[in-house]
């Protein structure tokens, strides 16, 4: 059986070699202000806009900017997606068992909605 809820993606991570410049950019072009930080303000080792970006530090980093590093989707039901998951052989993750590798190696985290913010999310029109 298929999971029956419905869900979206609330946020796409993206590793960056200068963070500053990111949170800068989405900031002042797109209006995507701050909704969390880890790390301290002048210098976080990531962050979240309000608009679903999450930048996560990666100075060391030598290949092109903005490697993916994981999708994170909203869940109506957590249980019942890791349970229609798991037929899909995909491997769970060191983060946690909401965070599951998938076979092309994709990262995906779920997380369990509160309410009804899926169907909230998901009846927004932004093309309307």
């Known amino acids: 059986m298929a999971y029956s809820k419905k869900s979206y993606v609330e946020h796409v991570a993206v590793r960056v070699k200068d963070i500053h410049w990111h949170i800068r950019f ?9 909704r969390q930080v880890d790390g301290p303000l002048d210098n976080p080792t990531q962050y979240w806009s309000l608009g679903g970006v999450q930048l996560m530090a990666d100075p060391s980093f030598e290949g092109p900017e903005g490697r993916l590093a994981h999708l994170g989707i909203m869940v109506e039901d957590l249980e019942e997606a890791l349970k229609e998951a798991a037929h899909f052989g995909v ?6 068992r909401n965070w599951l590798r998938l076979p092309d190696g994709l990262a995906v985290e ?4 509160s309410g009804n913010a899926v ?3 998901l009846a927004v029109n932004p093309r309307a």
């Open 26 to 34: 989405f900031r002042d072009v797109l209006g995507q202000t701050m």
């Open 119 to 121: 169907a909230e999310a």
């Open 91 to 96: 491997t769970e993750m060191p983060q946690g």
């Open 110 to 113: 779920l997380m369990q909605a």
